[in-house]
Structure formats: structure tokens, C-alpha cells
């Protein structure tokens, strides 16, 4: 496919302004030399540009969209609609609290919400992801022994955990310490046992895990921890599965994140923006970035007097539209939050038992919002887990998350979401169980897949890190 700058036909472009508009207020030195070398296209050959470019995309409007860990649920429209209103869009972000009280309201309301889904005593919305949200909570726990004075140096993380978590800690200055799973897929409370001392400052836990399994001994372990005067930091990127049941305030967390973009509805397919507040337990609650948004009876207002604040995280007040979008779907949802969580952890149930025959399932016991399977069988007959993730392309459906969580051999990551159709279950469930069958009859088509998509086997480190937007295979 050609860029936008091939097809330029050096006529048709849209000028600017009027040549002979005066400019002469600029100084000579701030001037180019030279044409920007701007695209010369007509409207409609724009259009035709990002259409294509659009349809070689794929998202949830286009088909399944299984990538577990993600939770790429539907995100209805209305958000967006509500993101783009006018005194939303268009609000300065330098605008003061008097002019800013509708934006501000929403921030607190928000705020409040989330404070009772997470179970926490107080929200900051300012961290723009969830690695970053993990970052922020970290740093407000290095602060709280830095106040403390207390040296700990140490962060405990299952091996089950999402990269990012380590790399939050050690970004943090903390030294990460793993801690195995034990034959269930859970946290082993003996090893956990074994490496805790006081030199610990937390442990960073998922619950359920990346494994889609629910922790059952994550009171002990907040009690083990407790007693060693270390604190609890609960990932919530998987809040999908239990919204409305439980929270990490009941399982004694003291600091958690949320992934907005994730739970509550937020398009994220190509990284962004998203939103990654933070709550925390009482004891924690000065420490928190400022500004976080408080109400005096009258006004809403940025609440910048937080006694031990780890200073702000984002320019300004993090990515506000997330928060728009993520405002109205917990509006629109209400108790219905619940019943989402409910249809997600059905549907990955249903997922699971209709392929373990076919696929091995190494951790065979009832899973949450997603369930991780192994290629190992389909390895048997040359065929890994990378070639079913692009055969599955071929079938227009992204393909599940691979390889990861590390603790399964070709790992197969399946979060089918709440959103998503019996009828679309069963359509994903004859791909998969057809793909399993050509893996033994045909494994040629399998290996060479995928056969429909522009491009077909790329490398994929170069691929990320020195992109080459013309690549055509033809
Ligand atoms: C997605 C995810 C993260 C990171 O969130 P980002 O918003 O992508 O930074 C952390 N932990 C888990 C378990 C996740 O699924």
C-alpha cells in the first residue's frame, strides 16, 4: 500500500491560508525556507486513504476478539458521543476550578464510584495507564516506609504475574523477589512463607490471577502480610470478573489500580489512551497523587493539599475523555455491572469446556474471566501455538494472547468477554476445534498461515521497533 505522500499528485491539496495573508509579526528566523512538503490529495482521495488503511485494521466491530488479559469488550458508542460534547472536548485544560465545574463533578462522581467498586477510602484519576497506575501505587508504598522510616527494600510477585509488574517495582528502585504457583495455578503459601520477612515492603497480586484462576487464600496471605507490616498492591486489570461481588478492600488490599480502558469501556486496540486510577486504604491516603478532585458542599474543586502526595503523575489531570467514557458506562451499567461480570465468567466457562478435549488445559479447574490452554498437544504434530494464533486470523478473529502467562508452555490466553453472543461462542468453538483437527490432517495449511491477511510472517521485534509503514508483501 502506498503512504499518503506517494499519492500525492502535487495538485488538489487544500490550501492553508490565503498566500498573501501578512505574516510579517513572525520573526524571519521562526520562517521555513522551504514548502513543508505537505501530501497533495483531494478529499475524497483522503478518504479513500484512511478507509483503506482503516480496513486493513482490525477491532471489535470487525470480529472476535479473544486477546485475553485486554478485555476487549464492546465499547458502546454512546461514550463517545458524551467523550465529544462540546464543554468535555473542548475544555482548557488550564481553565480554572470555577470555570471547569462540570468536568469536575464528573471527575468526583468518578472518583466516588470507583471508590465503592474497588472498596477503597479515596481515588486519584491522574495516572494514564495501568503500568502506570502500578508505578504510582508503588511509589506511594515506598513513600509510606520512607515516612515510616523504615528500609524495605524488597516486592514480592507471583509468577504468574504481568510484566509489567516487576518492571513497575524495580522502575520504583524495589528488588522483586518471584514466588511460585503451587499445582492449583495459585500463590504457594509455604514459598510465600519462605521468602517473607522484613524486608518486604508488598507483594503485587492479580485476583484472579493471569491464569483466570481466583486466589481462595488471598485473606491469609493479606493476613501474612499484615502481620509483617508490609503492604498489599491488587493489579486490577482483571476487575472484569468480579465487579459487584467482591473488592480488593474486602481482600485487605491497601493500594489497587483499575484499567478503565478495560473494564469500563474505553477503545484500546493499538495502545491508547487510557486510564489508570489508583485507590487506596485509609492509611495511604495523603500520600496519593494530587490533584484529586474534592467537593466543600458548594464546589468541586483540585485538592493540591495532600499532606505526604507523591506529586502528580500526568501533565494536568490524566486523560479525561477515558474518564468521560468510563463515567457514563458505570452510569449506563449500574447494577448491571454485576451481570457483566456474571456473563464474562460464563462465556469463559463455556469456552473452556467446549475446548479441553481438544486442547490441553493444564490448570482444569472452574476459571473466571479468561482461561489459559496449552498448544502442547498440536506441538506434537509440529504445529505450535503461534500458528494456531495465525490461522485463527485467517478465520477473522484476533487472535487469543500467546505465550503468556510464562508458566504454561505455549501458552493460549482465551477472555471471550461479557459482550460477545452464544452464537459467536460456538462459531469461535468450531474454528479452534477445525484448526485442531487440521493441525493433525493438514498441518501445512496450519503452518503457513495466515493466508488472508496483507502481510504474513513478519519479525516481530523489528516489526515493533523500526516499523516499516510501506511493507508490502506483493
Ligand atoms: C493490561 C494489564 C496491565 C497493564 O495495563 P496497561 O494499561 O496496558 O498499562 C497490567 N496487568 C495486567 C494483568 C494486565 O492485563
Not at 13 to 41: S, Y
Not at 257 to 262: A, R
Not at 348 to 373: R, S, T
Request: aromatic share 8%; with cysteine; glycine share 8%.
Amino acid at each position: 500500500m502506498k503512504t499518503i505522500f506517494e499519492k500525492s499528485t502535487g495538485t488538489g491539496g487544500m490550501l492553508l491560508c490565503d498566500e498573501d495573508v501578512n505574516i510579517d509579526f513572525i520573526d524571519k528566523k521562526f520562517l521555513r525556507e522551504n514548502p513543508a512538503g505537505l501530501p497533495q490529495v483531494s478529499e475524497l482521495e483522503v478518504m479513500r486513504h484512511y478507509k483503506e488503511l482503516s480496513d486493513r485494521n482490525f477491532c471489535i466491530e470487525k470480529g472476535f476478539y479473544p486477546l485475553g488479559s485486554c478485555t476487549m469488550k464492546y465499547n458502546p458508542k454512546v461514550n463517545e458521543l458524551l467523550a465529544g460534547l462540546e464543554g468535555f472536548a473542548n475544555l482548557h485544560p488550564l481553565a480554572g476550578d470555577e470555570n471547569s465545574q462540570g468536568a469536575l463533578e464528573l471527575m468526583y462522581k468518578l472518583q466516588e464510584a470507583l471508590k465503592e467498586i474497588t472498596g477503597m477510602a479515596a481515588v486519584s484519576l491522574q495516572p494514564a495507564a495501568g503500568a502506570h497506575g502500578e508505578l504510582s501505587g508503588m511509589m506511594v508504598i515506598k513513600k509510606y516506609f520512607e515516612v515510616k522510616g523504615e528500609l524495605r527494600r524488597k516486592v514480592l510477585i507471583p509468577d504468574s504475574a504481568h510484566g509489567t509488574n516487576p518492571a513497575s517495582a524495580v522502575e520504583c528502585g524495589f528488588e522483586t523477589i518471584p514466588v511460585p504457583s503451587n499445582n492449583k495455578g495459585q500463590v504457594d503459601i509455604e514459598a510465600l512463607k519462605g521468602v517473607l520477612d522484613k524486608d518486604v515492603a508488598a507483594i503485587m497480586m492479580t485476583n484472579p490471577n493471569t491464569l483466570g484462576i481466583y486466589e481462595e487464600n488471598v485473606l491469609e496471605i493479606s493476613d501474612l502480610m499484615h502481620k509483617n507490616g508490609s503492604l498489599l498492591y491488587y493489579d486490577g486489570a482483571n476487575f472484569n470478573a468480579i465487579m459487584g461481588y467482591t473488592n480488593p478492600g474486602l481482600m485487605g488490599f491497601d493500594v489497587v489500580h483499575l484499567n478503565l480502558h478495560k473494564t469500563f469501556a474505553t477503545p484500546h486496540g493499538g495502545g491508547g489512551p487510557g486510564a489508570g486510577p489508583i485507590g487506596v486504604a485509609p492509611h495511604l491516603e495523603e500520600f496519593l497523587p494530587a490533584p484529586v478532585i474534592s467537593f466543600d458542599g458548594q464546589k468541586y474543586y483540585r485538592n493540591y493539599d495532600l499532606k505526604y502526595s507523591v506529586g502528580p503523575v500526568k501533565a494536568f489531570y490524566g486523560n479525561f475523555g477515558v474518564l468521560v467514557r468510563a463515567y457514563a458506562y458505570i452510569l449506563m451499567m449500574g447494577k448491571n455491572l454485576k451481570t457483566a461480570s456474571e456473563d464474562a465468567v460464563l462465556n469463559a466457562n463455556y469456552l473452556k469446556e467446549k475446548l479441553k478435549k481438544a486442547y490441553l488445559l493444564p490448570y482444569d479447574v472452574p476459571c473466571m474471566h479468561e482461561f489459559v490452554l496449552s498448544g502442547d498437544k498440536q506441538k506434537e504434530f509440529g504445529v505450535s501455538t503461534l500458528n494456531i494464533a495465525k490461522s485463527l486470523m485467517d478465520n477473522n478473529i484476533h487472535p487469543p494472547t500467546v505465550y503468556f502467562p510464562l508458566i504454561v508452555h505455549e501458552a493460549i490466553m482465551i477472555e471471550p468477554t461479557e459482550s460477545e453472543s452464544r452464537q459467536r461462542l460456538d462459531e469461535f468453538v468450531q474454528v479452534m476445534l477445525n484448526i485442531a483437527q487440521e493441525a493433525r490432517t493438514n498441518p501445512e495449511k496450519i503452518l503457513s498461515a495466515p493466508h488472508t491477511a496483507p502481510v504474513k510472517r513478519i519479525d516481530e521485534t523489528s516489526a515493533a521497533r523500526r516499523p516499516d509503514l510501506k511493507y508490502n508483501e506483493e
